[in-house]
């Protein structure tokens, strides 16, 4: 309907004389009842009314609601079906874009555990390992910033004093990750990380105050008895891998904890990305002279000569370790991008079935065994992790006054 077209369009005036229009079809009479449902759309405005969009959103809202009836008599409605059409294809376009996202964040992570795990096979130092990684992330990072693919942040002394501890969790995190997938198969390692829930649940009560509901709480359960299972039939357990995973669990869950605690004022806050890459730049700075305090320099002809008996030659070493550092900050960053794009909620779900794929492909590429036992405790858990994904939608109904 064309009165419907007029009024969508933010940019058509609502005064234009009819015979403006140069289209004989698209004529239409106005008459003194066509200008009724008019007046009260224009008599409620909201006086906070911001954009014309909106405020034509609301006058087409009144005038399909006004009698059930159209006061405007036309020929032809063109225009709303392309209104139509291009909102489709938009959201078509929005829909592939966030599947290509996803399908990105999967494919960098399964490969980042690839490479990750041939390396720390033949080079058994996680911490220079781990600051390698965040030294590509941070050599991205200033790339990005400098070429201003993303707009760079003006920090001040309060936003770095709320993300320093963030930054520690992150690199404690991810330090102990790297601990463990050194030491267990990296399906275990993911097994034992789907129990981020427990923990997110645990120091919200404590930190935050937040009481989880009945679901949340059932939701655990299975992730907890499944971790255990698999944890008994585990052909590659060692009580480091298994510390050092759960370790991991806290710090990271702490993190995102610490996080709604301390950046909760308007001034401290930061987008996803730029809080991310900051965090990485930080990481980077604090793990270099700990990973040399720890480990020694490690990046040595010897060293590199005595990873190349392990199975490795050097340039393979060096490959895979550079392709693991870039593989490492890209999937972390894909996931800020798409936590960006979607809820909380959908990302959780989104990295549920990422922890599915990546046991999944890592099982068949190193051709993990598997009893049936560790297979049903691994499936228990990540049906809990997707359960727990799910009861964080439900809100207790409000009681009635």
Known sequence: MQSTALVLSPVTPFLRHPNNNSNPQFRFRISPVALKPLVPCFMNVPSGLSSASSFSARISTRLIASNGRSDFPVRAASTPEKVDGTSNSSDLSGTVLLGAMFGLWYFLNIYFNIFNKQVLKVFPYPATVTAFQFGCGTLMIVIMWTFNLYNRPKLTRSQLA??????????????????????????????????????????????????????????????????????????????????????????????????????????????????????????????VPAAIFLEGVKFSPSYLQFAASQGLNVRELCIRSLLAGICFHSYQQVSYMILQMVSPVTHSVGNCVKRVVVIVSSILFFQTPVSPVNALGTAVALAGVFSYSRARRIRPNPKAA
């Open 162 to 287: 709320a993300i320093l501890p963030l930054a520690l969790g992150h690199t404690l995190g991810n330090l102990l990750t790297n601990i463990s997938l050194g030491k267990v198969n990296v399906s275990f390692t993911h097994t034992i990380k789907a129990m981020e829930p427990f923990f997110t649940v645990l120091f919200s009560v404590l930190f935050l105050g937040e009481m989880p509901n009945f679901w949340v709480l059932g939701s655990l359960l299975p992730v907890v008895g499944g971790v255990v299972l698999a944890s008994f039939t585990e052909a590659s357990f060692n009580w480091t891998g298994f510390c050092t995973a759960m370790a991991s669990n806290v710090t990271n869950q702490s993190r995102n904890v610490l996080s709604k605690k301390f950046m909760v004022r308007k001034e401290d806050t930061l987008d996803n990305i730029n809080l991310f890459s900051v965090m990485t730049i930080i990481s980077f700075t604090l793990l």
